[in-house]
């Protein structure tokens, strides 16, 4: 007869490890509770997106995408990373470096054929090129798609209507998606609590010249387009205390001339460039001394600020941008 003592231990035992094994103890294997809520199903930019299991081998096009699934709690799933050369990743930047890297110039780099070869089981990015989800969907593997740019990217109208929230958003069913809904709302969190500070504090001390133009600089004597209010750029004038004159404009990125410049009449300017295609100064230069903007309020002012564009994007640097935008706005 078994002695109770050792009977109830291995009783213990017993159940200790079918908890275990419930709870996902194995090391990340989709067993027991780890597997409930599997196949799922989210939406994505109008798609329903059907996860057959946990991923756990990501392939993340992007330094936005690369950001949100971080914050989500999910860079170590990342099996390959491929932000764009010399785009800033923030805080995400150490871990995310860690990850198998696979730098692009933009996302025609990227072919179906190395997607696929890679055998991920989930693609995040912030778009594709030559083909589309449907492409990588036939060959098994899903794809999200982050809010920002699910009307495309680059120029032109944008779906989304409140870029920071499309930023939660995508923080959160990622979050869903890799079974990391905690740390996912704890950043969310964090940063709503960033961007209510920003806020608060345009409210309170709003600058004394709001009225403000967005635009893109390629190069020193490249045309200007402008940033209307389906923008990231919009968003984060509006929580600095700023006053968008295109907010009217119901697109994100427009070709405006200078006559529409002229008489939008901003009172500030603040410049988005790319820093490999151009640096600060010339930037800044390159408004400055443009003899038919050289009645504008904003340059005879001498209000121009120049902000590197990837703080604009739809990954978390949105907010770090809006913390510098608002540090040179506020001074």
């Not at 995310?96 to 991920?120: C, D, N, T, Y």
Request: glycine share 12%; aromatic share 6%; hydrophobic share 35%.
């Amino acid at each position: 007869m078994q002695h109770p003592i050792r009977r109830s231990w291995l009783v213990l035992v017993a159940a200790v490890s079918v908890l275990a094994t419930a709870c996902g103890g194995d090391g990340g294997q989709d067993t027991g509770a780890a597997a409930e809520g599997f196949p799922m199903t989210v939406k994505n930019c109008g798609r329903d997106v059907t996860i057959e299991r946990r991923p756990e081998r990501l392939y993340v096009i992007g330094g936005e995408a690369g950001t949100l699934v971080h914050a989500a709690g999910g860079t170590d799933r990342i099996g390959i990373f491929s932000p764009l050369i010399g785009e800033p990743l923030g805080d995400a930047a150490g871990p995310l470096g860690q990850r198998e890297q696979a730098p692009i110039k933009s996302s025609k780099s990227i072919s179906r054929e190395v997607i696929i070869g890679a055998k991920p089981d989930l693609v995040v990015t912030y778009g594709l090129n030559e083909f589309g989800p449907e492409d990588l969907r036939a060959a098994g593997i899903p794809t999200l798609v982050i809010s920002g740019y699910c009307g495309g990217f680059g120029a032109g109208q944008s779906e989304i209507q409140d870029p920071l929230e499309g930023v939660y958003a995508d923080i959160e069913t990622l979050g869903r998606v890799l079974r990391t809904e905690e740390q996912a709302k704890q950043a969310v969190t964090g940063l709503k609590g960033r961007v209510e500070a920003v806020r608060q504090r345009g409210q309170q001390s709003p600058p004394s010249s709001n009225s403000t133009a967005a635009v893109f600089v390629a190069g020193p004597d490249s045309d200007l387009d402008a940033y209307g209010r389906r923008s990231m750029i919009h968003q984060q004038m509006t929580y600095a205390g700023l006053s968008n004159v295109f907010q009217n404009t119901d697109e994100r990125l427009f070709d405006v001339n200078t006559e529409a410049l002229i008489n939008a009449a901003p009172q500030r300017l603040i410049a988005l460039y790319e820093p490999g295609d151009i640096d600060e100064q010339a930037v800044r230069t390159s408004l400055t001394s443009r003899p038919e903007l050289g009645p504008l309020p904003a340059v005879t002012g001498g209000k121009v600020t120049v902000l590197d564009f990837f703080y604009s994007g739809h990954g978390t640097l949105a907010v770090d941008g809006l913390e510098k935008l608002a540090g040179q706005v506020h001074g």
